[in-house]
């Protein structure tokens, strides 16, 4: 549905060439779900304006549903961008129209009939049925959300923009804009194209992740094994922030040294995967390795309805050991990650 091919996007600032996005090139089938994520500054949201041309690219072909945007004349643009719908993080409604008014603006030129009939029909799929007469001024901000959706779905999109949607958002809040866009692409099969720079929203959602740092992607691929392996410094650090795994790393630069290392205990994260989160690994390399282990951090959680974690444990019993258990872990699809050792 989208193919983005060597796309990179520069600005003039003076008499700086800033480049927001460099060389992104990306492939995203139709009726999925696809999270661009990257830290503020990345060039996520540049790369997302990119894909309907708000942003002309300064190099590279953008295609969507099959057409080439970047070779098409600006009435032909036109035309194309009504397929691609956009959501935005403040919601970017009308105050002086009702919700039914800002549903029914991209309709216009339809008849009366057409316009209630679509309207009423969208703000039933977003659960604001009856806000129809209300203003946004009298709205929360969840609400206001999903009007923004039911208009952006008013022109039968093929591809929904989702632009940091959900940041201004309350967790709980956040949860059922999430669950509504995921209604959307069951229902509707709406290709969406989510915007973050939470890692929360990714595993709540997509069924694909690009992570994006200084202009570039750097790791992509499907949301379960970019969470279970990730390769890219910055993918580790989205990774780790929803966990508490991130606190390792503060626990042993405590001056008050919470964690002590013997010699030749080794502290070790374990990575498990969606086979061998039932199995009780830590008793068995205990028992058959003679390792005294202790268990400091552990974090289990579902990803596309698959469970993966792992644990943070110091090991003892001596390096021969220690490798022996390494082995058998990696074996039963434990990923061993070495963090130090006494």
Do not use: W
């Given at each position: 549905?989208?193919?983005?091919?060597?796309?990179?996007?520069?600005?003039?600032?003076?008499?700086q060439?800033?480049?927001?996005?460099?060389?992104?090139?990306?492939?995203?089938?139709?009726?999925?779900?696809?999270?661009?994520?990257?830290?503020?500054?990345?060039?996520?949201?540049?790369?997302?304006?990119?894909?309907?041309?708000?942003?002309?690219?300064?190099?590279?072909?953008?295609?969507?549903?099959?057409?080439?945007?970047?070779?098409?004349?600006?009435?032909?643009?036109?035309?194309?961008?009504?397929?691609?719908?956009?959501?935005?993080?403040?919601?970017?409604?009308?105050?002086s129209?009702?919700?039914?008014?800002?549903?029914?603006?991209?309709?216009?030129?339809?008849?009366?009939?057409?316009?209630?009939?679509?309207?009423?029909?969208?703000?039933?799929l977003?659960?604001?049925?009856?806000?129809?007469?209300?203003?946004?001024?009298?709205?929360?901000?969840?609400?206001?959300?999903?009007?923004?959706?039911?208009?952006?779905?008013?022109?039968?999109?093929?591809?929904?923009?989702?632009?940091?949607?959900?940041?201004?958002?309350?967790?709980?809040?956040?949860?059922?804009?999430?669950?509504?866009?995921?209604?959307?692409?069951?229902?509707?099969?709406?290709?969406?194209?989510?915007?973050?720079?939470?890692?929360?929203?990714?595993k709540?959602?997509?069924?694909?992740?690009?992570?994006?740092?200084?202009?570039r992607?750097?790791?992509?691929?499907?949301?379960?094994?970019?969470?279970?392996s990730?390769?890219?410094?910055?993918?580790?650090?989205?990774?780790?922030?929803?966990?508490?795994?991130?606190?390792?790393?503060?626990?042993?630069?405590?001056?008050?040294?919470?964690?002590?290392?013997?010699?030749?205990?080794?502290?070790?994260?374990?990575?498990?995967?969606?086979?061998?989160?039932?199995?009780?690994?830590?008793?068995?390399?205990s028992?058959?390795?003679?390792?005294?282990?202790?268990?400091?951090?552990?974090?289990?959680?579902?990803?596309?309805?698959?469970?993966?974690?792992?644990?943070?444990?110091?090991?003892?019993?001596?390096?021969?050991?220690?490798?022996?258990?390494?082995?058998?872990?990696?074996?039963?699809?434990?990923?061993?990650?070495?963090?130090?050792?006494?």
């Amino acid at each position: 549905m989208i193919q983005l091919e060597h796309v990179s996007k520069q600005f003039e600032a003076g008499k700086q060439t800033v480049e927001a996005v460099k060389d992104v090139s990306l492939h995203i089938e139709k009726g999925t779900i696809a999270g661009i994520i990257g830290f503020s500054g990345a060039g996520k949201s540049t790369l997302a304006r990119c894909i309907n041309l708000l942003e002309r690219p300064t190099e590279g072909k953008v295609t969507v549903g099959g057409a080439e945007l970047t070779a098409l004349s600006e009435r032909q643009l036109r035309e194309k961008r009504k397929k691609i719908g956009m959501i935005f993080q403040h919601f970017n409604l009308f105050a002086s129209r009702t919700v039914y008014g800002n549903v029914a603006y991209p309709l216009k030129g339809r008849s009366k009939g057409e316009i209630d009939q679509k309207v009423r029909s969208l703000l039933e799929l977003v659960g604001l049925s009856d806000k129809a007469e209300a203003y946004p001024s009298q709205l929360s901000g969840g609400q206001k959300q999903r009007v923004a959706i039911a208009r952006a779905l008013a022109s039968n999109p093929e591809v929904l923009l989702s632009d940091e949607a959900t940041s201004a958002l309350d967790p709980e809040t956040t949860r059922s804009i999430l669950r509504l866009l995921k209604e959307v692409n069951r229902t509707l099969g709406v290709t969406i194209v989510i915007i973050t720079h939470e890692m929360g929203v990714i595993k709540e959602i997509c069924d694909q992740v690009y992570v994006m740092e200084g202009g570039r992607v750097v790791e992509s691929g499907d949301v379960f094994q970019v969470f279970a392996s990730p390769r890219a410094a910055v993918t580790r650090r989205f990774v780790d922030s929803t966990s508490n795994f991130s606190r390792i790393q503060e626990l042993l630069d405590d001056p008050a040294h919470p964690i002590r290392l013997n010699p030749g205990d080794y502290l070790l994260r374990l990575n498990y995967l969606e086979r061998s989160t039932s199995e009780a690994l830590i008793s068995n390399i205990s028992r058959r390795f003679e390792l005294d282990v202790n268990i400091l951090l552990g974090s289990i959680e579902l990803i596309d309805g698959n469970p993966l974690g792992g644990l943070v444990v110091v090991a003892g019993g001596g390096h021969d050991k220690i490798t022996a258990a390494v082995a058998y872990l990696s074996k039963r699809n434990v990923l061993v990650e070495v963090i130090s050792h006494g």
